[in-house]
């Protein structure tokens, strides 16, 4: 029984991955199994007996003893070092008990030894009686078998021991390892389709990303969005969300399994992915191919991806009291800004926003939603005379401002704030006229202030690792296939890129990030692909207003806007429960629609005639932007148009070609 036993510890300690369990022996000098030969002879012949053999005839007891007891001893005090549990203990015990037992018997073996010559035949007796001896004593150390010429079976290690193994190989491997075959720098949308992209191209790929953020990569557009919108505060506690046809869904992209601890990622023989969280990369050394975490850790790499994403941009006003002022305002961009911000409105509190772009308007409507829920108010506050007032013209911004009043907002268009200061606890914020019709009152008071006014990219790497940016746009500048510098690429917000129909530009919006991630994942692994892509983007403001856009979007350039009465079916909403997707991005429906009966286009007779149409955005009579009003799965048709370059004279036939049945026409001559 105690031979097996032995067995058992033996087996267990080759279940040790083989470069540490070396590596211990080494460092404490444990290992010194017996390889001397012991040397008898027998009729003039010698016969060498070494502890290394692998014969069946080959081993002596003395050497198979030896061997044993090293081995026993170094398992023991391995054991012993790896803190392991009672039972492998016990083990040792029991082999040190036998090693000593042992030992009597070595000293008899190497006295017994034969040195003087025999006769043929007795001799050939002493052989094969000491071949028979020798199988015994190995016997003794091997499971019985039920078949004489049948091999000793092995003994299977127990589920406890295989996963004690595996804790004791834990302790040795790092935590971060120190070399990745691919480096994503950020955890966001475009690192996410870069490495989908590069275990696509290169299935046993070694991906490592490092992210400042504690959460594995995950979708920002429900942060202003969805998850507002979903009534159930469990759901929202687990970070879920119901879209608008029920369906719930998680924020992250994947789910916990499919990536890999980064201590493992090299272990792994079919690749993986492996997300180190709470890290951030300091510094570049392109030369050298390693990167400098915030921990002082060095990682080697093959290759690189920058997809730094941005974050937010704050006010100069807020930024002279930021100190008094930091706990009672949000610059919002993740997932912890949003527990934030949805635990103060919870409590009905007054929360301003400051801002009227996407993220601004989208988050008014979303905090409109709640204090129906749970009380408060919701104010916002912005310079242009109309929400998205710098992407629509004037006409469509006014009718959309007044829908989100209808949503329980208190908006204040045409006003900045010019002082920032805490006040009995609340956030006093002084309010300037940006034009004649501006605010009544000097003063705004609020529990909380929530600023979005837009995003700057994340280039401090660029200044401590000598990357060249865009001094108009901001970004990395990198070449057609998204390089920035020998083996280091960018991609997502961060990137300035060379946009082939409207030349060098820098955008912030999820599908940039999916389609930019993807191309620069498929050139790291040699595709050499240039970037042509027209991104699209869109926005919610609720259930029943969306738009999605192509192109250059410029309220100051020349539009022009087909306009119809929207039906049930032209909501985001309905749009969401027929596609069951509330992420819009790319489409490939490249197929030109058959157009309706051309009517006469009229100027709409009242504000309800927009709610639905297209907005074309013109140079010189070229389209050089397309943007659907509650109208979706067109922007193929609009990429195809901005791509034509040919200038446009019969608005009707537009009209058809994104089946709307128009009833109105509005224009401007904004040059």
Same mark, same amino acid.
């Given at each position: 029984?105690?031979?097996?036993?032995?067995?058992?510890?033996?087996?267990?300690?080759?279940?040790?991955?083989?470069?540490?369990?070396?590596?211990?022996?080494?460092?404490?000098?444990?290992?010194?199994?017996?390889?001397?030969?012991?040397?008898?002879?027998?009729? $003039?012949?010698?016969?060498?007996?070494?502890?290394?053999?692998?014969?069946?005839?080959?081993?002596?007891?003395?050497?198979?003893?030896?061997?044993?007891?090293?081995?026993?001893?170094?398992?023991?005090?391995? %054991?012993?070092?790896?803190?392991?549990?009672?039972?492998?203990?016990?083990?040792?015990?029991?082999?040190?008990?036998?090693?000593?037992?042992? !030992?009597?018997?070595?000293?008899?073996?190497?006295?017994?030894?034969?040195?003087?010559?025999?006769? !043929?035949?007795?001799?050939?007796?002493?052989?094969?009686?000491?071949?028979?001896?020798?199988?015994?004593?190995?016997?003794?150390?091997?499971?019985?078998?039920?078949?004489?010429?049948?091999? =000793?079976?092995?003994?299977?290690?127990? !589920?406890? @021991?295989?996963?004690?193994?595996?804790?004791?190989?834990?302790?040795?491997?790092?935590? %971060?390892?120190?070399?990745?075959?691919?480096?994503?720098? #950020?955890?966001?949308?475009?690192?996410?389709?870069? +490495?989908?992209?590069?275990?696509?191209?290169?299935?046993?790929?070694?991906?490592?990303?490092?992210? !400042?953020?504690?959460?594995?990569?995950?979708?920002?557009?429900?942060?202003?969005?969805?998850?507002?919108?979903?009534?159930?505060?469990?759901?929202?506690?687990?970070?879920?969300?119901?879209?608008?046809?029920?369906?719930?869904?998680?924020?992250?992209f994947l789910e916990d399994e499919f990536y890999v601890q980064p201590k493992y990622l090299n272990e792994q023989e079919n690749g993986g992915v492996a997300i180190?969280?709470?890290?951030?990369?300091?510094?570049?050394?392109?030369?050298?191919?390693?990167?400098?975490?915030?921990?002082?850790?060095?990682?080697?790499?093959?290759?690189?991806?920058?997809?730094?994403?941005?974050?937010?941009?704050?006010?100069?006003?807020?930024?002279?009291?930021?100190?008094?002022?930091? &706990?009672?305002?949000?610059?919002?961009?993740?997932?912890?800004? +949003?527990k934030k911000l949805y635990s103060i409105a919870k409590e009905g509190k007054t929360i301003a926003i400051v801002g009227g772009g996407f993220l601004g308007s989208?988050?008014?409507?979303?905090?409109?939603?709640?204090?129906?829920?749970?009380?408060?108010?919701?104010?916002?506050?912005?310079?242009?005379?109309?929400?998205?007032?710098?992407?629509?013209?004037?006409?469509?911004?006014?009718?959309?401002?007044?829908?989100?009043?209808?949503?329980?907002?208190?908006?204040?268009?045409?006003?900045?704030?010019?002082?920032?200061?805490? &006040?009995?606890?609340?956030?006093?914020?002084?309010?300037?006229?940006?034009?004649? *019709?501006?605010?009544?009152?000097?003063?705004?008071?609020?529990?909380?202030?929530?600023?979005?006014? $837009?995003?700057?990219?994340?280039?401090?790497?660029?200044?401590?690792?000598?990357?060249?940016?865009? =001094?108009?746009?901001?970004?990395?500048?990198? &070449?057609?296939?998204?390089?920035?510098? *020998? *083996?280091?690429?960018?991609?997502?917000?961060?990137?300035?890129?060379?946009?082939?129909?409207?030349?060098?530009?820098?955008?912030?919006?999820?599908?940039?990030?999916?389609?930019?991630?993807?191309?620069?994942?498929? &050139?790291?692994?040699?595709?050499?692909?240039?970037?042509?892509?027209?991104?699209?983007?869109?926005?919610?403001?609720?259930?029943?207003?969306?738009?999605?856009?192509?192109?250059?979007?410029?309220?100051?350039?020349?539009?022009?806007?087909?306009?119809?009465?929207?039906?049930?079916?032209?909501?985001?909403?309905?749009?969401?429960?027929?596609?069951?997707?509330?992420?819009?991005?790319?489409?490939?429906?490249?197929?030109?629609? @058959? $157009? $309706?009966?051309?009517?006469?286009?009229?100027? =709409?007779?009242?504000?309800?005639?927009?709610?639905? #149409?297209?907005?074309?955005?013109?140079?010189?009579?070229?389209?050089?932007?397309?943007?659907?009003?509650?109208? +979706?799965?067109?922007?193929?048709?609009?990429?195809?148009?901005?791509?034509?370059?040919?200038?446009?004279?019969?608005?009707?036939?537009?009209?058809?070609?994104?089946?709307?049945?128009?009833?109105?026409?509005?224009?401007?001559?904004? *040059?």
């Amino acid at each position: 029984m105690r031979n097996i036993r032995f067995v058992n510890l033996i087996q267990r300690l080759n279940t040790l991955n083989y470069k540490n369990s070396s590596a211990i022996l080494k460092q404490t000098n444990l290992l010194r199994v017996n390889t001397k030969a012991v040397v008898s002879h027998s009729n $003039g012949q010698t016969r060498q007996y070494s502890s290394s053999s692998q014969g069946k005839f080959d081993f002596s007891r003395t050497s198979i003893i030896y061997t044993l007891f090293g081995a026993s001893i170094a398992g023991g005090i391995t %054991i012993f070092m790896l803190n392991s549990d009672n039972r492998l203990a016990s083990v040792k015990a029991h082999t040190q008990e036998k090693v000593e037992q042992s !030992e009597p018997k070595l000293e008899e073996e190497i006295v017994s030894e034969p040195t003087e010559k025999q006769p !043929e035949n007795e001799t050939s007796n002493k052989a094969s009686e000491k071949s028979q001896e020798s199988n015994s004593s190995l016997e003794q150390t091997k499971p019985i078998s039920t078949e004489e010429n049948n091999p =000793p079976e092995e003994a299977v290690p127990t !589920e406890g @021991e295989l996963r004690a193994a595996k804790l004791d190989e834990e302790k040795f491997l790092p935590e %971060i390892p120190s070399h990745a075959q691919y480096l994503i720098v #950020g955890g966001g949308t475009a690192a996410m389709a870069a +490495f989908k992209a590069i275990r696509a191209n290169d299935p046993t790929a070694r991906i490592l990303v490092v992210t !400042e953020e504690d959460y594995k990569p995950y979708m920002r557009p429900p942060l202003s969005k969805d998850l507002w919108m979903t009534d159930d505060d469990e759901l929202i506690k687990q970070l879920k969300f119901k879209q608008y046809n029920g369906n719930e869904r998680s924020l992250f992209f994947l789910e916990d399994e499919f990536y890999v601890q980064p201590k493992y990622l090299n272990e792994q023989e079919n690749g993986g992915v492996a997300i180190l969280t709470g890290k951030r990369v300091e510094q570049i050394d392109v030369q050298n191919k390693t990167v400098k975490l915030n921990n002082n850790w060095e990682v080697a790499f093959d290759k690189c991806l920058i997809a730094t994403g941005g974050r937010p941009r704050n006010l100069p006003v807020f930024e002279k009291s930021w100190e008094k002022i930091k &706990n009672r305002v949000t610059l919002f961009r993740n997932i912890e800004d +949003f527990k934030k911000l949805y635990s103060i409105a919870k409590e009905g509190k007054t929360i301003a926003i400051v801002g009227g772009g996407f993220l601004g308007s989208e988050l008014a409507c979303a905090l409109g939603h709640v204090s129906k829920k749970f009380g408060g108010k919701v104010i916002q506050v912005f310079p242009e005379s109309g929400i998205l007032g710098k992407i629509l013209p004037e006409y469509l911004s006014e009718w959309t401002t007044s829908k989100v009043r209808k949503e329980g907002v208190t908006v204040i268009p045409n006003a900045s704030i010019n002082k920032a200061q805490l &006040n009995d606890e609340k956030v006093e914020l002084g309010l300037q006229a940006t034009k004649d *019709n501006g605010p009544h009152a000097n003063w705004l008071m609020a529990d909380h202030v929530v600023v979005a006014v $837009g995003l700057e990219p994340n280039v401090e790497l660029a200044q401590k690792s000598g990357f060249e940016t865009d =001094p108009k746009f901001g970004g990395y500048l990198v &070449n057609a296939e998204l390089q920035a510098r *020998n *083996n280091i690429w960018v991609a997502g917000d961060a990137a300035c890129f060379f946009d082939i129909k409207l030349g060098r530009r820098r955008v912030e919006h999820h599908d940039h990030a999916v389609v930019s991630g993807r191309l620069a994942g498929e &050139n790291m692994t040699g595709a050499a692909k240039p970037y042509w892509h027209q991104s699209m983007f869109w926005s919610d403001l609720g259930p029943k207003i969306g738009f999605e856009a192509i192109g250059l979007i410029d309220s100051s350039l020349q539009t022009v806007g087909l306009f119809a009465k929207a039906e049930e079916v032209d909501t985001p909403k309905a749009q969401v429960q027929e596609s069951n997707e509330s992420l819009r991005s790319e489409i490939k429906d490249t197929q030109l629609p @058959e $157009g $309706g009966q051309t009517s006469e286009l009229k100027a =709409p007779k009242s504000m309800d005639e927009y709610g639905k #149409g297209v907005i074309l955005y013109l140079k010189n009579e070229t389209i050089v932007g397309v943007l659907t009003w509650n109208v +979706f799965k067109r922007i193929a048709i609009a990429r195809q148009l901005i791509q034509s370059q040919e200038k446009v004279t019969n608005f009707a036939e537009m009209a058809k070609l994104f089946r709307i049945n128009a009833t109105g026409l509005e224009g401007d001559s904004s *040059n």
